[in-house]
């Protein structure tokens, strides 16, 4: 009783739009669709009965069938001839264009390696590694030089490796540029 007593004080502009706003959203819950849960992963998605029937009307023509089907269904959605395709799924080009066309690497990149030394030139090349290898001091270029075969740089120039290389076997290295 108290709730119609409350309603009549409602004054008239807001009672139209109360009716407006409850209009709206029984029309807006008659429009929403339920939704429905996706299948799991692994399982087929159902289809709709009239794909069922069409699918199961193709896999019982035969392959003359199915050969003027595809042709009639190309004409009807203007499709183009689509190029046939080798098993593997590409041409095999012959091994002579091969490899012309692949352009031969070029190594950009050199390691050079300290093999040996001799006995008697150990102190001059110690201090060669010393000057020519930047943050050396004369015991870590020592036990460098004495743990060789060693890598002495790597990842560098042509011209570079040439340089180091000329200037260690001056001094009675082995040299080897990878």
Not at 10 to 17: G, K, N, T, V
Not at 59 to 67: A, G, P
Not at 93 to 105: I, R
Not at 123 to 143: D, H, M, Y
């Amino acid at each position: 009783m108290n709730s119609i007593r409350n309603l009549r004080k409602i004054p008239l502009r807001q009672w139209r739009s109360i009716s407006q706003c409850a209009t709206l959203q029984q029309g807006v819950t008659e429009a929403v669709t339920p939704l429905t849960i996706p299948p799991p992963e692994g399982v087929d998605k159902p289809v709709s009965a009239k794909l069922e029937k069409i699918v199961s009307d193709i896999t019982n023509l035969s392959l003359l069938e199915v050969s003027e089907l595809s042709q009639v269904l190309k004409r009807r959605l203007n499709l183009p001839d689509a190029p046939v395709m080798p098993m593997g799924g590409f041409a095999m080009a012959p091994p002579a264009e091969e490899e012309e066309a692949a352009p031969k690497a070029v190594k950009t990149n050199f390691t050079v390696k300290l093999t040996k030394f001799d006995d008697k030139q150990k102190v001059a090349l110690i201090k060669e590694v010393k000057s020519l290898l930047e943050g050396f001091n004369l015991v870590q270029a020592k036990k460098f030089v004495e743990s060789a075969p060693t890598i002495v740089k790597a990842d560098i120039s042509k011209d570079e490796a040439e340089k180091l290389k000329e200037a260690l076997t001056k001094v009675g290295a082995e040299i080897e540029i990878d």
